[in-house]
Structure formats: C-alpha cells, structure tokens
C-alpha cells in the first residue's frame, strides 16, 4: 500500500529485524508438538529423522516468509503432509491443526508489534523447566490439567478445595465447559507405534479415531 507521501507500507509482512524473535517463538510451539518430538525419538522417518525436523522448521520459516497472506488451513495441511511424507506418519491427535494456529498467530501478533504471545510462550518454557509437576497446557498457555508423581491427574482450577472435600472430578475449564485441545508441555514417554496396512505409523489421539 502506497501513502500519500510516497512510502510504501508492506501488508502482513514481517520485518526482518523481527524475524529472530519469530524464529524463536516457532521453535518453542515446535517444542510443543509431541507427534513430531515421538517422530525423531524413535525414528520413524529413518536415522536423519533430526535433520528432517529441522528442514521442516526451516520450510515452515520460509513459508511465512514468502507468502503475503497466511492461512491456518493451509499450513495445517503442509504440516500433515510433512509429517506422512518424511516421517510416515498420520497424525490423528489433531496436533498439526494446533501447531498452525499458534504459529499463525505468533507471526500476526509480531507484525502487529505485540510479542505478547511470544513472551507466554517463553514464560511456558521457564516455567515448564522447572516445573515439579507435568503440566498439560493449551497453547494460549491455560493449565488444562496437571500430573502429581503419583500419577494422580488434577484439573487446574480444582486448587485447595480438593484438599478440603477430596473432590476431585472439578470440570477443567471453569464453567462446566469441556476442557480445550491441549498439547504436553514435555514430550510423553515413547510409545509402541501402530502400523496400518500400508506401513504407515499412526499418532493416535484421544479425540479422533481411525484414518482420515
């Protein structure tokens, strides 16, 4: 878009002083994304299963990069077919849907000047660090849930009540509502892959069933 001074202003283009802290921002949600984290842990794409993850961030960069305008849909679809492409496998967790959103929205906010989510999500990070617990977190960075050593699962609004009438089956989310789509903070431990028919290792999900 062109003023009436002679500037040009650039449309959802991120400017490239700002692009390190994008950068860093997409390597904490790719940090979050416990298909890809069990794809390199256990190979599935093969002994490279790192370098391709890393060429994946690298892809996902330069789309962002390159396009003027940025669609959730579409990245979501780039990513799911990346991950059947180079790692064989089909996420059905809903994970790249997720991914995208929070990716979409982190570059959104840096064009628009507010590193408000980036700054979340490095509190995340911090917090997951040293966290006692395992939290299980949305990406807007709301506790859905968390884990004692126990094993014992709690809801993060149950608080001290639970201590008081030993009520622990508090609706997470606060109203009544069902709890968000939430990714773990840490990646869970590895799991037995299922092949299908066609050789493909499925990520199975609690919220979707069967392949697509």
């Known amino acids: 878009m062109q003023l009436r001074n002679g500037h040009i202003v650039g449309q959802n283009i991120l400017p490239v002083q700002a692009r390190p802290a994008f950068e860093e921002g997409v390597r904490l949600i790719f940090a979050k994304w416990t298909a890809l984290a069990l794809a390199v842990e256990n190979q599935w794409g093969g002994g490279n299963s790192k370098e391709k993850a890393e060429l994946l961030f690298q892809d996902c960069l330069d789309w962002f990069y390159k396009k003027r305008e940025h669609w959730a849909d579409e990245l979501e679809e780039e990513l799911d077919d990346a991950l059947l492409q180079d790692f064989n496998v089909e996420a059905e967790d809903g994970s ?103 050789g493909f290792t499925m990520v199975q999900g609690k919220g979707r069933k069967g392949r697509r």
């Open 96 to 198: 790249p849907k997720l991914i995208s959103e929070g990716l979409v929205k982190l570059y959104q906010e840096l064009v628009a000047g507010s590193t408000a989510y980036l700054d979340h999500l490095r509190a995340l990070a911090a917090a997951g660090a040293k966290a006692c617990k395992r939290q299980v977190v949305d990406l807007d960075g709301t506790v859905v849930a968390e884990e004692d050593a126990d094993g014992m699962e709690t809801s993060s609004d149950e608080g001290d009540e639970e201590d008081e009438d030993g009520d622990g089956d508090t609706e997470m989310g606060g109203g009544g509502g069902e709890a968000p789509q939430a990714v773990p903070l840490e990646p869970p431990a590895p799991r037995v892959p299922i092949v299908d028919e066609d």
